[in-house]
């Protein structure tokens, strides 16, 4: 059975650097087969039936999880229906932030990190499975601090929590995979930090970044 997947839409920008749409492009280049649907939440369009969804992805925003909008309470009330549905989801940047608070952990604003980023893991799983270089695109201010009680941490570094289980179906990164280096030099408004590579490394790069969404795809929706 091919996956049906939900891509909930909570990036303020329209245009073709929209990460939803930069998330749906790369799932279908991993498999053409795969049903993939966009909910612009930041729109105030939620989906009508989560139901028939093998896997949910929540996207970065250039809000954050403490902004007065009218969309982010009715999307910890999505995020916490997803997780009564044992629905595999997993948040990136803001995404992760989300979740985090809504299952009650706490997001602080701290030093703002930009750029490839080296982290640790702190423990194994199956989501950094056959990733060898742990080097990703970050672009925030905001973090998780403190993790619930029940969560487990993946992955940190000198600043903050990278990588998040709060379940067995639930997953959140920091860091953003779906970011390919043109994408991010595209987001970076200094000069100075513009990422440069050679051709080689920007195919390893890519290779390794996809492999979070392919490892992620393997988790099965509990029937």
């Known amino acids: 059975m091919s996956n049906n997947i939900l891509i909930l839409d909570c990036d303020l920008e329209k245009g073709c650097d929209n990460t939803a749409k930069v998330i749906r492009t790369l799932l279908l280049n991993i498999n ?12 105030d369009r939620f989906p009508d039936s989560i139901a028939n969804y093998t896997h949910i992805i929540i996207t970065g925003s250039d809000a954050n999880v403490y902004d007065d909008r009218p969309w982010i309470n009715p999307l910890e009330k999505l995020i916490k229906k997803i997780i009564r549905q044992k629905i595999p989801l997993l948040g990136i940047c803001f995404g992760h932030q989300i979740i985090t608070k809504t299952i009650g952990g706490t997001i602080v604003c701290g030093k703002k990190e930009v750029g490839i980023c080296k982290i640790t893991k702190t423990k194994n799983n199956f989501l950094f499975k056959n990733i060898k270089n742990l080097k ?6 905001w973090y998780a601090q403190q993790k619930t009680k029940s969560s487990i941490i993946l992955a940190k570094n000198k600043l903050c929590i990278q990588a998040l289980k709060f379940n067995k179906y639930t997953y959140g990164v920091q860091f953003h995979p779906e970011v390919d280096i043109p994408l991010a030099n595209r987001f970076t408004d200094e000069p100075a930090k513009t990422i440069a590579m050679r051709p080689s490394e920007t195919i390893k790069y890519d290779q ?13 929706k509990k029937r």
């Open 136 to 141: 990703f695109y970050e672009y925030h201010q």
């Open 208 to 220: 390794e970044r996809k492999k979070i969404f392919i490892n992620f795809l393997m988790l099965q």
């Open 32 to 43: 053409k087969k795969q049903n993939v649907a966009i909910s612009r939440i930041c729109a």
